[in-house]
């Protein structure tokens, strides 16, 4: 075994913790991927003698990748204004084997990823470095050309836009059995039942490919939900329960092909934020255990 072997093994060692930071970073699982695979390259090409935690330094790499393309997409101003559906994680079964484990445990809910979304890249980097993986903000400082202090004040003012998100109930019988009643509203067509599932002022994103790449419709409003969730009821009969970023969800599937992916956030026994990922290009990147 040659050194590029063994540092290629020591790398696959903490590939899973680089996903999970690249993926709460960008809120896509391609990019991620993506931010990866360049920590990969940037450290194959590194004399790493001098590294002394292998681990500190490609989260720190793959942290700068996820910068610069957060800086760069910004630019392009492919941010949508109010937030859009992230991709979602999702598997069909109940996770219970390692390989599924693994990958829900690298999920975060779809509510945060979307404030995240309405950060600034470094007030992103800083809190999820920071509050999520518990990155010294000494250690921040250098990858947003601040000071310590300066890095702390970024995640504080990120801590204040996350207090709007939601927090989730996350007893999953209690998420399943709202899940279900939705479901089973949608598949009659019963808008009464519908609205009495979702929080009077719900928040629906839709991201169905009839808009630029990235962009999703936003509506609110229980009534204004219901009447959309019903335009989407012909794909309720392909509907099967699915965990979507680690909670209740549905997934719509046809002949084996993915149509859609929905995922919810439920607080207190009512829908609160809905994300439907319909767009077949985006769709067509995620990864669904069993889908046959």
Known sequence: MNENDVLAQQFETHRRHLRAVAYRMLGSL?????????????????????????????????????????????????????????????????????????????????????VLGTLTPSERLAVVLHDMFAVPFEDIAPIVERSPAAARQL????????????????????QRAVVDAFLAAARGGDFDALVAVLDPEVVLRADTGAFPAGASTM???AETVAGRVLGFAR??????????????????????QLLSVLGVTIRQGVIVEIDILADRERLAGLVVENLD
């Open 219 to 221: 509506v609110r409003g």
């Open 155 to 174: 995640a504080s003012r990120a801590r204040r836009r996350l207090q709007g998100a939601p927090v989730p109930d996350t007893d999953p019988v209690r």
């Open 235 to 256: 794909l309720a009969r392909f509907a099967h329960p699915a965990l979507v970023n680690g909670t209740a969800g549905v997934v719509a599937i046809s002949e084996g």
């Open 30 to 114: 391609t990019e991620a991927e993506d931010a990866v695979q360049e920590s990969w390259l940037r450290l194959s090409r590194t004399d790493t003698d001098s590294v002394e935690n292998l681990g500190g330094w490609l989260t720190t790499v793959v942290a700068r990748v996820c910068l610069n393309m957060l800086q760069s997409r910004r630019s392009r101003r492919e941010e949508p204004l109010d937030g859009q559906v992230p991709d979602p994680i999702v598997t069909l079964t109940d996770g219970s084997s390692p390989e599924q484990e693994a990958v829900l445990a690298d999920s975060v809910g779809l509510a945060l990823l979307v």
